[in-house]
């Protein structure tokens, strides 16, 4: 017995209905995020091996977003971040001398180590400055670091490790001292 056509294009709505809405929920929930990219046109290296610039460079943007989003959805209730990306530079290196075809590859060694430079500046929800400055994150020994990443991360694995660390290490430490110094307040 074959399913309708009517029947099919009913469940592929609905399905897209709800990728739709986990989509935009993710964005709801870090809509204590704005992020922006300064000049990615200029990054140090967001260079494709085999597509098009603009398309990559599209495509890794949309994952940095969604790797701050989640960082940001961490953040206690009523906290802002502000992060401005200023420069990235892809683990690895793509070059056509690493084939013998000639096509461009992405050859991740331990020399072409992964680099974010950001600024930044995290409010808490009386609008008092908690963390910020400019960061030049480098993980100069990416290929030796046990992976943290998940299925989601796989494209940006080395890079979302090195943030997540980051993340971790240096901010929420920031966040939790300033959560100490706050008044308690008792019910």
Known sequence: ?????????????ALAGLMSAS????????????????????????RPANESRA????????????????????LPEGYQWQVTVTDIDLAGDVNPMYTRTG???????????PRVAFTHELRDGYGAKVAGGDENIR????????????PRHQEL???????????????????????AKLPKVSD
């Not at 398309?55 to 961490?74: G, Y």
């Not at 993980?139 to 998940?150: A, E, I, N, T």
């Not at 694995?157 to 959560?179: G, N, V």
Request: hydrophobic share 40%.
């Open 55 to 74: 398309r990559f460079r599209e495509r890794t943007l949309a994952s940095f977003e969604r790797i701050f989003q989640e960082f940001a959805a961490e």
């Open 139 to 150: 993980d100069m020994s990416f290929l030796q670091s046990p992976r943290m990443v998940g």
């Open 157 to 179: 694995r080395y890079e979302y490790t090195m943030l997540k660390r980051w993340f971790e290490r240096d901010l929420m430490p920031q966040i939790e001292a300033h959560q």
């Open 1 to 13: 017995m074959t399913t309708p056509i009517w029947r099919k294009l009913m469940m592929a709505g």
């Open 23 to 46: 989509f935009h929920g993710l964005a709801e929930d870090a809509s204590n995020l704005t992020l922006t990219f300064q000049e990615p046109e200029k990054f140090t290296d967001i």
């Open 103 to 113: 096509q461009d590859i992405r050859m991740v060694k331990d020399i072409y180590s």
